[in-house]
Nanobody, 126 residues
């Protein structure tokens, strides 16, 4: 069993930055592909980014390419999402997710991750 806990959300002005963290419990973190999703009010869940368990190139959703960066520290069982040049349309609840040994390139909006965090709110003001 893996538990995921996000932190780092908040209110920021357009053009600003935030870094989200997702701390995972459990002993198999290094074998999990980790990613982020978001969901804005009244909208469907949107895939943001994923990084495969072995590292490699992350796989980004089109709306965040060039602005968001995912990283992971397996020694700390933590995955991060650095968000730069934030826009009001980035406002959403951001969820961390994990799935054992899946390739990041296969992730999409409706991807059936094994584990989900509780979400952290990101609000970008104009």
């Amino acid at each position: 069993q893996v538990q995921l806990v996000e932190s780092g959300g908040g209110l920021v002005q357009a053009g600003g930055s935030l870094r989200l963290s997702c701390a995972a419990s459990g002993r198999s973190f290094s074998s999990y592909t980790m990613g982020w999703f978001r969901q804005a009010p009244g909208k469907k869940r949107e895939f943001v980014v994923a990084m495969s368990w072995f590292g490699g190139n992350p796989y980004y959703g089109d709306s965040v390419k060039g602005r968001f960066t995912i990283s992971r520290d397996n020694t700390k069982n933590t995955v991060y999402l650095q968000m730069n040049n934030l826009k009001p349309e980035d406002t959403a609840v951001y969820y961390c997710a994990g799935k054992s040994r899946s390739y990041a390139s296969g992730w999409h909006d409706e991807f059936p991750a094994d584990y989900w965090g509780q979400g952290t709110q990101v609000t970008v003001s104009s």
